[in-house]
């Protein structure tokens, strides 16, 4: 399916943007998009299905935007802010050509909602969202969802870590019964299923798969090294590399911030992106890695999906993630678009059960390999059997009611 079938105003926009030829979850969800079809598409990050879904519903909400003041006509949710605003600017982006622009507001934590709660209060005709400022915004009765046509999903099953089931049900309830639903997300678990037929009955199923992840651009390598060598390691790959743009993954946020002051002391360009920062500091960050004012990035997994970050040189699992499938999310900020990128995953005796599941489940092979110099030593520390639960020792439900009673 080329673009052609989209409007001249949105094909000229698309050509600016640098889009030749549509991706394929774009050949098969944009056309069922223009049908009005329910849709769950399966496609991994990186697959340009923010566009698959932007493109058609800019079409079809030209064709029928209305007269008056903008109503909510679409709405978005996300799980991070900075997809949010990623899908947000998208969705201006694409539209600038229109002979009316879309009015497109991004709801985010991290920011004054004052502000966006007079944005919305002035008329919008597109709302993308994380779904707890949503949440917020609509227990102050400050936002009509009534005719929303157009309800999207994106990363759902990263929303659902999230603990984002709760919060659906009254977002849903706010919505209009008769409306489209675009569901999107790189898996399908069960608890994803049960989720997705609360939101519609009639989807069409889109299973595309991940063609983004060009392992013939990734360098793929795996390096044996002691934990409390990880960080000198790092710096000796950083000084004999020297490259421009490089994307570290920690496992939590204090020690995100801990090692990026660490590195900074060390004379590299360095900078912590997590979510305990503010929403302007998270920006800052990332805008600067993007424009080279910073050369590192330390990132818990909020940088794994959906940020576009171009020409990233390399990625380096300073820790593991926890689940396989973020280890492809994770390696897909490097390679691409055509270019070639390096993958580097440090295994301490610890990691080495943990990574040969990620490479069973990822289907990727790999040759340990060790540096000169900062050789992995000693012998992985036994685990200990538990002593075994002594009978009579907890206190069984009951006598915890009974005691919450007497207390009461």
Known sequence: MPFTTLCLAIQKAIHEVGFSEPTEIQKSVIPLVLERKDIMARAQTGSGKSASFVLPILELWQENKGEGKAKIKALVLTPTRELTQQVAEAFVSFGKFLPTKPKVVSIIGGEKIGEQLYDIQQGCDIVVATSGRLLDIMSKKQINLSHVEFFVLDEADKMLDLGFEQELESILKALPEKRQNLLFSATYPEKMQAIASKITQNAVEVNVEAEQ???????????????????????????THKWKKVLVFIANKRACENIAMKFRKHGFSAEAFHGDLVQEGRNWALQALKEGKVNILFATDIAARGLHIEDVECVINFDLPRSP??????????????????AISFIDHEDEAHFALIQKRCDVKMEKESIQGFERIGEAPKKEKGSAPVKGKRKSKKDKLREQAGQA
């Open 325 to 342: 499938l973020d280890y492809v999310h994770r390696i897909g900020r490097t390679g691409r678009a055509g270019k070639k990128g390096v």
């Open 213 to 239: 992840l060009n392992v013939e651009h990734i360098a793929q390598r795996a390096i044996l090294v002691n934990k409390e060598n990880r960080a000198p390691l790092l710096r000796h790959l950083l000084k």
